[in-house]
């Protein structure tokens, strides 16, 4: 009796690993698919999006970034910059510039790697970033701006304040990175942890065209995102949205976080810069250094941190709030 019943179990083991592997390689044969479908829809989304919108500046390492021009009666000027992985700034800021155009002559810049621009040709430290900023803003003819960033940006721009002093007037960050936030007591905002992240984000879903999938059957709230682009930009930014995240230029942006966070860390905004940090609630309560490491960067009186409800993306979360802060803030007077 035990040699038949050990019989059965066997093949009861048998049929069970027989069935794994049926469904492991069905899961294989459907990954492949998607993955052969993502690389013939991006070749398609190129052209869909090619010189979609703007104009190039070629930097002295012969890249070109892609920048969109909106002009207005004002004097001041301002320079729209996105966060990490933005897949176009002209389109995902269309509502916030067309908003705030009236006050200030916009230039919205694809970073390199980002939206239009080309792959960076140089490592993504944040003096390069900076640089290629400053040689397209000269090439413009504009030596005094307001510097507008999210996310990442705000890395960034405090590197930039300290190094191209005089030209910048004053920044607003829209929940815009700070460098002491790789103090968080949490993993997620280690830099080395935030590569780990997003090499398995690249590989496991953007590479296999999952996240096309994904972002096809969340189409509705894609576009919701972005609900003044007409029906044909709509489609270009889908295209941009499914084809352009972390591209070989923004993981190497991702692996010099660190260094780049290091590099600003002792720095403050110059005392003659204003600063608005406007700051989402979410972060807030999700990190209790958020508010304080801001407030750590602001030297000058008449900068502002304020907290309003809504997720990182303010812009599009709280839309209303932020555009309210920007109006109410005043400086210089």
Not at 134 to 143: A, P, R
Not at 148 to 173: K, L, P, Q, R
Request: hydrophobic residues 35%; charged residues 25%; proline residues 4%.
């Amino acid at each position: 009796m035990k040699k038949k019943n050990t019989g059965k179990a066997g093949k009861i083991i048998k049929t069970i690993f027989k069935v794994l592997g049926i469904i492991l390689a069905f899961i294989v044969l459907l990954i492949l698919i998607s993955t052969i479908r993502h690389a013939i829809k991006n070749r398609s989304d190129r052209k869909l999006y090619k010189d979609a919108y703007g104009q190039y500046f070629t930097t002295s390492s012969g890249d070109k970034i892609n920048y969109t021009f909106m002009d207005s009666e004002s004097e001041k000027v301002a320079v729209i910059l996105p966060g990490m992985g933005c897949p176009s700034t002209r389109y995902e800021f269309d509502a916030f510039a067309k908003e705030i155009n009236d006050d200030y002559k916009l230039i919205l810049v694809d970073p390199l790697g980002y939206g239009l621009s080309d792959q960076a040709s140089t490592p993504r430290t944040v003096e390069n970033y900076c640089s290629e900023l400053h040689e397209l803003m000269n090439s413009l003819g504009y030596d005094k701006y307001t510097i507008i960033g999210h996310s990442i940006a705000g890395i960034y721009a405090v590197y930039y304040a300290n190094t191209y002093t005089d030209e910048v007037e004053a920044f607003i960050g829209i929940d815009a990175s700070a460098p002491h936030q790789m103090d968080a007591d949490m993993a997620i905002a280690k830099p080395d942890n935030m590569v780990t992240l997003y090499t398995f984000m690249k590989y496991g879903l953007y590479e296999t065209g999952i996240y096309r999938i994904m972002t096809e059957l969340g189409k509705d709230q894609v576009m919701a995102t972005v609900p003044d682009l007409s029906k044909e930009d709509q489609d270009k930014y889908l295209a941009l949205y499914c084809e352009t995240p972390l591209n070989k230029t923004q993981m190497d942006e991702v692996k010099h976080l660190g260094y780049n966070m290091e590099k600003t860390y002792d720095m403050k905004f110059p005392e003659s810069i204003p600063v608005l940090y406007v700051l989402c609630q979410d972060n807030c309560n999700t990190m209790d250094i958020w508010e304080p490491i801001h407030k750590d960067l602001v030297t000058n009186p008449d900068s502002k941190i304020v907290i309003i409800e809504g997720a990182h993306y303010l812009h599009q979360t709280n839309f209303d709030g932020l555009i309210k802060e920007i109006d109410n803030w005043s400086y210089g007077e």
